[in-house]
């Protein structure tokens, strides 16, 4: 049997940046991932020489991540791509108002929806999120916005930065923080996620974490100390453990969960989907085209090269996005369908140019929207288990997506360190 102070579920950006924390503030700390690679759904594929995310990725500037990132001193490299690119509207392409310039030329509008929508952008700039009422997002927008084809921009601009479809579950003042942190830029990442990935993992690893993958947890007892069983045979003993793995997963991993903050976690999480078309090409048939966004679509087309590196050897490396929502039932040829007409329209002929290609027909985003129905923050700790916490970005305390991954992994080994010290001290009493 395996002794440490922590044991963490769970290798992805959550896991690793947890992992981090608590071993330079000298905790033996355990990660224990189930696949062959660190990482989850931060992880990068070479394919042909392309890289290739799980889905579309960016790092929103002044967001937590970017905050402790730099707290832990993980540079990241890459550029903020330009938002000049088009509008979908009834499969056609028009000017996207994304400058004042392009607003002018568009024919998307009328003169007088662009003075709207002039309107509209000056009030996110300076609006103060948080001081929204509790509503949701299309309560905001009906009540904000007159003209109908403004609010479809409106709501095109949202699903870019939240991934969110379900305007009527939406929250509206956390929609619309994420939305203003997203009108400030967003950073495409060199080498693709898993560069954050490693750079966690050396971190880690310089700081004395063990790290073992390939290493699934079947169940975890808990008591005065918690026992971790492994499929191998492996079990580990420890007296704080870290799941980072989502609620439905941890629920099935912890033995006599019901009742507790675990269970009601699990009951108020609603995943977000998406399904994913990733495309490497070796010359872009348009080459002027590098992004759009669906408007009568739930769309977003992204040619991440034109900021970053993600080839060994200047190939593009276009990502297509079908925002889902919490639905994940349709079908995925439907999905493929639709994004590769989106494809036929951005560039034609790319077939002809094609290198490699991934496509994810139901990938989960987050473990959980931040919905008007929520009825509280969860984590990181689980009260009824002491010495049970939980992090990830289904454990945010009001942040979206990978923002929320770091947030609470910073939460939950603050309060790790913390149940450590108390500890100690009752020994020494």
């Known amino acids: 049997m395996n002794t440490f102070d922590v044991a963490i579920v769970g290798g992805g950006i959550a896991g690793l940046t947890s992992a981090v924390y608590l071993a330079q503030a000298g905790k033996s700390v355990l990660v224990l991932e189930k696949a062959s690679q660190l990482g989850g759904r931060a992880q990068t594929i070479s394919k042909n020489g392309a890289l290739f995310n799980l889905g579309g990725h960016a790092l929103y500037r002044g967001g937590a991540a970017e905050e402790i990132l730099n707290e832990l001193e993980v540079n990241v490299s890459g550029a903020v791509p330009d938002t000049n690119g088009y509008a979908i509207w009834n499969d056609k392409l028009f000017e996207l108002p994304g400058s004042l310039g392009a607003m002018f030329k568009t024919k998307l509008l009328t003169w007088s929806n662009k003075t709207e929508l002039v309107r509209v952008m000056l009030k996110l700039k300076t609006i103060d999120a948080a001081s929204i009422p509790h509503m949701s997002l299309r309560e905001w927008a009906e009540k904000e916005i007159k003209n109908p084809m403004v609010r479809n921009i409106f709501y095109a601009l949202t699903r870019t930065s939240t991934y969110c479809i379900d305007y009527d579950q939406l929250l509206a003042n956390t929609a619309i923080q994420q939305v203003q942190q997203g009108l400030k830029g967003v950073l495409y990442v060199n080498n693709g996620w898993q560069s954050i990935v490693e750079s966690l993992r050396n971190k880690a690893l310089t700081a004395g974490v063990t790290i073992y993958t390939n290493k699934k947890i079947s169940s975890i007892d808990y008591g005065i100390t918690h026992q971790l069983f492994c499929s191998d045979g492996d079990t580990f003993e420890v007296s704080n453990v870290l799941?980072?793995?989502?609620?439905?997963?941890?629920?099935?991993?912890?033995?006599?969960?019901?009742?507790?903050?675990?269970?009601?976690?699990?009951?108020?999480?609603?995943p977000v989907y998406a399904a994913c078309l990733d495309v490497a090409l070796k010359r872009l048939p348009k080459s002027n085209h590098h992004f759009a966004i669906g408007i009568d679509q739930h769309i977003l087309f992204s040619n991440h090269s034109r900021a970053c590196s993600l080839s060994e050897d200047g190939k593009n490396v276009i990502q297509l996005i079908k925002y889902l929502g919490t639905n994940k039932e349709r079908s995925a040829d439907c999905h493929r369908k639709e994004l590769e007409s989106i494809l036929d329209l951005m560039q034609p002929e790319w077939r002809k140019e094609l290198v490699a290609q991934q496509f994810l027909p139901r990938m989960i985003v987050v473990q959980d929207m931040i919905s008007i129905k929520d009825t509280q923050y969860f984590g990181p700790s689980i009260p009824e288990i002491p010495g049970l916490y939980i992090a990830g970005d289904g454990a945010g305390h009001g942040e979206m997506l990978v923002d929320a991954a770091f947030a609470s992994a910073k939460r939950a080994a603050k309060a790790i360190e913390q149940n450590i010290g108390l500890n100690r001290l009752r020994k020494e009493a």
């Open 243 to 270: 799941l980072t793995i989502g609620s439905e997963q941890s629920m099935k991993l912890v033995k006599n969960a019901e009742g507790t903050l675990l269970e009601k976690w699990s009951q108020q999480a609603s």
